[in-house]
């Protein structure tokens, strides 16, 4: 009889120690499981939140966009001078070459104090809170070129004198080069036209064929 409840007692005994290891090897097992998806987070985290996006998205584009010429001014004693000096090579972005395409489209056969002064008016206009706030908006806002046609600017010979004095006009009108006749005007006109607004705005300037207004 006591062999039996010795052997009963052993039973229990292993079967005890059975559990235990069994609830032992559980929790190792869990705690690697939770080591392994505490790695896992970290890793995630690092390739979900790299550092070079909030680089990215602390970058002052425009302005950088916007950068057109990065030399000295070149030294004139007249418009004619300093856009002749110009350089002609070089890539323009977006923003600049639709102020060259003003300058080009509406003004090409103009004096360049009349091309500089095109080319100020969309500059002021794009300082202004009354119009877009960029070069392209402004160039291409709803009935205000005529050039623009369906949203597009019509194809620029750009292996033309005019374009490149217009590239010249644009870069000289954006860096503040040389002072325009223009000053703070937002609006022009052809001569050949009276539009009814001009009545009620400030006369700055007539330059050949454009009257230009505050």
């Known amino acids: 009889m006591r062999k039996s409840i010795f052997g009963l007692a052993a039973g229990a005994a292993a079967t005890i120690a059975t559990f235990a290891g069994a609830e032992e090897t559980g929790a190792q097992a869990a705690q690697a499981a939770a080591e392994e998806t505490t790695a896992e987070e970290a890793v995630l985290t690092e390739e979900v939140v790299p550092v070079f996006v909030s680089e990215e998205v602390v970058q002052e584009l ?22 002749a000096a110009m350089p002609a090579a070089g ?16 003004s090409r056969g103009e004096p360049l104090h009349g091309q500089l002064a095109v080319a100020q008016v969309v500059i002021n206009r794009a300082e202004s809170s009354r119009f877009p706030s960029s070069y392209c908006g402004v160039v291409y806002q709803r009935a205000q070129f005529s050039f623009v046609r369906g949203g597009t600017m019509p194809r620029i010979q750009t292996g033309t004198a005019a374009w490149t004095r217009a590239k010249a006009i644009a870069r000289i009108a954006h860096q503040g080069m040389w002072d325009s006749e223009a000053e703070d005007s937002l609006y022009f006109h052809a001569t050949y036209v009276k539009p009814s607004w001009a009545s009620k705005k400030t006369r700055r300037a007539a330059i050949k064929t454009h009257i230009f207004y505050r």
Request: charged share 30%; with cysteine; hydrophobic share 40%.
């Open 91 to 106: 890539e323009l972005s977006d923003e600049m070459r639709c102020l060259a395409g003003a300058v080009y489209f509406e």
């Open 62 to 83: 425009p302005e950088e966009a916007a950068t057109e010429f990065s030399g000295n001014v070149p030294e004139a004693n007249s418009l004619r001078e300093l856009v």
